[in-house]
């Protein structure tokens, strides 16, 4: 019986790790640093929970998204033409990139966001890095 828990326990980490994962650095971040907290403290099912919301806290929420993405295009930001695939990873340039304060209703405010070939993306200032990607 335990087995079966912590196995389904197991998986259910690793699906959702998967998908936080597609969405997002931060949200991978925020899902790895969650489970490993939640393991610690509840165990199997503790990591579960923990996955689930270390993914929220990582990067903008799922819910809060389209808001988001509503929000910048009220801003009417310039988009910076990045010859490279926009994804989670890609180091923005110095040169020609301004990193503007979110909101803070969406509780990140560790990052800065720009528009990068039209598409708003969250970044870590320090290192210029995309860690969420908002389609």
């Known amino acids: 019986m335990s087995k079966s828990i912590f196995l389904a326990s197991a998986v259910i980490v690793v699906l959702t790790s ?3 994962l597609a969405q ?3 949200a991978a971040v925020g899902a790895g ?3 490993a907290g939640g393991a610690a403290v509840g165990g ?3 990591a579960a929970v923990g996955g689930v ?3 929220i806290v990582g990067g903008i929420a799922d819910q809060q998204q389209r808001e988001f993405r509503d929000y ?3 801003q009417h930001i310039p988009s910076y033409t990045y010859k490279e695939e926009v994804r989670v990873g890609a180091v923005l340039p110095e040169e020609g990139v301004v990193l503007r304060e979110v909101p803070t209703q969406y509780k990140v405010k ?3 966001y720009t528009v990068v070939n039209g598409i708003p ?3 870590e200032p320090g290192t210029r890095r995309i860690v969420q990607v908002l389609h």
């Open 44 to 46: 199997p099912a503790g």
């Open 121 to 123: 993306v969250l970044v």
């Open 53 to 55: 919301t270390g993914a």
């Open 72 to 74: 910048v295009t009220t």
């Open 33 to 35: 640093a969650g489970a």
């Open 18 to 20: 998967g998908s936080a």
């Open 24 to 26: 997002s650095g931060g």
């Open 110 to 112: 560790q990052y800065r």
